[in-house]
């Protein structure tokens, strides 16, 4: 088989001995070629002009979450093929590695990359299902380009936190989980909508839900980690069905710490409950939209201010080696 890997040499877990030690691996058992991300959306680039010249019957993606979603909507440039679904493979670099890590793969690169080359001599693969998201025609935002996401989305104040965790990187500070949680504090006595929210959830055939404070898109369960403990915004979720959302209207000081202890202590079946929540389960289509503009990530990358954004789960959209 011949594969293309895609190196993100700026993973924050991988080494330049180490990421040499996993090619000669994978070369061991592929016909392999390397290329290596320069700029943001390299990765993208790459993906895309291995499916457009037809040569590479799988991509690898070697690097974090960030670089798992650009693979990801290259293959997908064009959508699902009718016919046969693009083909990926993921070795974990990253900080977290969501995706990765609810696909069962192990979040050593190393132990990683042994797990794919069982996989590829077994020949063993799994169809996932993904998101969607897109600008909402007839609104300000109706020209932004369709983009795919493999575990998460977020629409408001989680989005708000991963624009601060960036802008803190960007000044050379190391990705951790005591970054994020500092970022998920400032954020909060900043958020100027905790009281009274501005996001409204539609959905076709159906009342719209107001006056949401926080939206979180989940396309799989768990929605991250904190260390090795999995947190779970929708337990529901599942790459085998479509989109699960949570919502919550309220974030005042004691909802906040009642949102946050029963995610810390999340489960398989249960996660954030009560009165102000909102859970909803395999939805295909609906759209968030905000009387104000909010921040919007999608797979952990800040992707700047919307009004509003439509989304749609594909329920077989990739083929993935694991």
Known sequence: MRALLV?????????????????????????????????RGHARD???????????????????????????????????????????????????????????LPND???????LLDALRDGTERT????????????????????????????????SVIGRVEQQRERGK????????????????GEPNRRQGTITLGRPGQDPIRELALSIVCNTSPWTFL??????????ASFDTALDVLGLAKLSAPAMTRY???????????????KHVVGLHDLTDFTLQSQAPLPFQMDGDHLGLRTSVTFTGVRRALRVIV
Request: net charge neutral; hydrophobic share 40%.
């Open 7 to 39: 190196v993100n040499p700026a993973a924050t877990t991988t080494s330049a001995r180490t990421r040499d030690v996993l090619i000669h691996a994978l070369a061991s058992d592929l016909k392999l070629d390397v290329a290596t991300t320069e700029y």
């Open 46 to 104: 790459l993906a895309r002009r291995a499916v457009d010249s037809g040569t590479h019957e799988l991509v690898v993606a070697l690097g974090g979450d960030g670089t798992v979603n650009e693979v990801v909507n290259g293959l997908l440039h064009d959508g699902p093929a009718p016919g046969e679904l693009p083909r990926l493979a993921v070795v974990p670099g990253g900080s977290t590695n969501v995706f990765a890590r609810a696909l069962g």
């Open 109 to 115: 690169a190393v132990e990683a990359t042994g797990a």
């Open 128 to 159: 996932v299902g993904l998101g969607l998201a897109a600008g909402t025609p007839g609104t300000a935002d109706e020209s932004v380009p369709a983009r795919w996401f493999t575990f998460c989305a977020g629409f408001g104040f989680d989005a």
């Open 174 to 189: 190391r990705s951790t989980h005591a970054l994020y949680i500092r970022q998920v504090m400032r954020q909060f006595f």
């Open 227 to 236: 260390g090795n403990r999995p947190v779970y915004a929708a337990p529901r």
């Open 260 to 274: 946050a202890t029963q995610l810390l202590t999340s489960t398989p079946e249960r996660g954030p409950h009560g």
